[in-house]
Nanobody, 121 residues
Framework: QVQLVESGGGVVQAGGSLRLSCVAT????????LGWFRQAPGKEREFVAAINWSNGLTGYNDLAKGRFTISLDNAKNTVLLQMTSLKPEDTAVYYCVAGPEIDNQVKFDYWGQGTQVTVSS
C-alpha cells in the first residue's frame, strides 16, 4: 500500500525559504511521477510541481517557476520541494502526490495527508 508522508511545513516570513520532504513507501516507483499540490483556504487545489522517478524530468506550474525546485533522493525514497522567495499567497496546505505516467499523462492516485505552510507578511 502506497504511503506518502510529508514533513517540513511551518511558519516563515515573506522572502524566506522552506524545504518540504515526502517519504514514499509501499511499492517501487519506477514509471511514476511524484510531486506536490497545494490548497489555500477557500481555493481549489492546484498543481505545484512534479518529477519523474525514473528519468528525473520535472514540470512546474508557473507559480513555482524560478522560486521552487523539486528533486528526488532515490536512495531515501524521498521527494523534496525547496521553496524560496516565499510570498503570503504561498500560504496553503501542501500535499505530496504520486501516480503512474501512461502515454504522457499522469493520474495522481495517491495523496499524503498534507503539511501546512504559512507565510507571514
Amino acid at each position: 500500500q502506497v504511503q506518502l508522508v510529508e514533513s517540513g511545513g511551518g511558519v516563515v516570513q515573506a522572502g524566506g525559504s522552506l524545504r518540504l520532504s515526502c517519504v514514499a513507501t509501499g511499492r517501487t516507483f519506477s514509471g511514476f511521477n511524484l510531486g506536490w499540490f497545494r490548497q489555500a483556504p477557500g481555493k481549489e487545489r492546484e498543481f505545484v510541481a512534479a518529477i519523474n522517478w525514473s528519468n528525473g524530468l520535472t514540470g512546474y506550474n508557473d507559480l513555482a517557476k524560478g522560486r521552487f525546485t523539486i528533486s528526488l533522493d532515490n536512495a531515501k525514497n524521498t521527494v523534496l520541494l525547496q521553496m524560496t522567495s516565499l510570498k503570503p499567497e504561498d500560504t496553503a496546505v501542501y500535499y505530496c502526490v504520486a501516480g503512474p505516467e501512461i502515454d504522457n499523462q499522469v493520474k495522481f492516485d495517491y495523496w499524503g495527508q498534507g503539511t501546512q505552510v504559512t507565510v507571514s507578511s
